[in-house]
């Protein structure tokens, strides 16, 4: 989340909603479906009901900006005030109370963390910002070798200790410096807790985006299951790669095509591999997980995308995770899905 530069990459290109077909669901909405969107996050989000009065609309928009609000006072590191960024400035090694969502949010984390062996680590903020993409933002230069290794000492899941007590959640670093990115998993996370309002809202037809990470459940206005596509990794055009049926489950992607920048002639993605502390350079593009959550999806997306392609298949295949994997070779892109992900394939 976080920062408008990356909305542009994850609406525009990562994975699009359709209402019918390949239509753009930005272009317009079908008759009988209420849509509603806003901002949050620094990217922007989107709901689409099915079988719920228009009269509903004002209501109901506002108590998704508002929970997403909250939701972004909770974990943006862009807020000096938010929970997150205040245990990030703590530099003691006394247990900080947390909320359940962020003791949620971290669990989850630490098992993807641990599932891909470290590749997705929510404590690689010192080398996120250090290469420019966090909120202390810098003119763009490549970091020298031992300011990249400072950042790195900074970093490790093992520096990290959830407790579920009693009381509460809390949390605890044993490293003064360590500083939690929650970037990549907020967005499936504001979209889950969407999700959930609805259900609440005693909303049963929907399709909730934020960012790149989008939850549905039940039919569109037509009677049909929602779809989404995942597009092609080319800034030119609308173009369909794959065609989902999400069957009540939530879907994220995460690319390095897109929120990037260049220095002296190479991409310098914002996605960085935590165990060379540089931003990943290979051909795998883009990484889409479809989970149960789309806090789950998130999670993977981002783990997948710095393993690179064959590890990415390997863990794929052994998690039984449904992922779709786009390269770029010299002869343009390939693609590779896993028996899973076909699964919810529409041709
Ligand atoms: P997007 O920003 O396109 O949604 P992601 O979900 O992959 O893509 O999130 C990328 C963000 O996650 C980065 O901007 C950075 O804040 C953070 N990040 C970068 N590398 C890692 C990593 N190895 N593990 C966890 N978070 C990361
Ligand atoms: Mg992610």
Redesign the pocket.
Known sequence: MIRLK?AA??IGF?VFLTLSGCEHSDMHSAEGEVVLKGKTMGTTWRVTLAGVDGSRRAVLQQAIQKQLNRDDEMLSTWKSDSLLSRFNQYQGEDPQPITADMADIITTAMRIGRKTRG????T?GPL?NLWG??PTQRSPHAPRQREIDAAKALTGLRHLKLMERADGAWLQKDLPGLYI?L??MG?GFAADHLARLMEQKGITNYLVSV??AIVSRGTNAQGNSWRVAVQKPTDKENAVQALVDLQGHAI?T??SYK?YYELDGQRIS?????VTGRPIHHRLVSATVIATTALEA?GW???L??LGEERAQELALCQKLAVYLIMKTDKGFESWMSPQFKAFLRH
């Not at 590749?119 to 929510?122: K, L, Y």
């Not at 914002?270 to 935590?274: E, G, L, S, V, W």
Request: charged share 20%; hydrophobic share 35%.
């Open positions: 990356r990459y994850l990562c590749a997705m680590d929510i690689v996120v993409f966090g990115d970037s990549t967005e960012g790149g994220s995460s690319g929120n914002h996605i960085i591999d935590p998130d997306d981002t783990g995308m710095v």
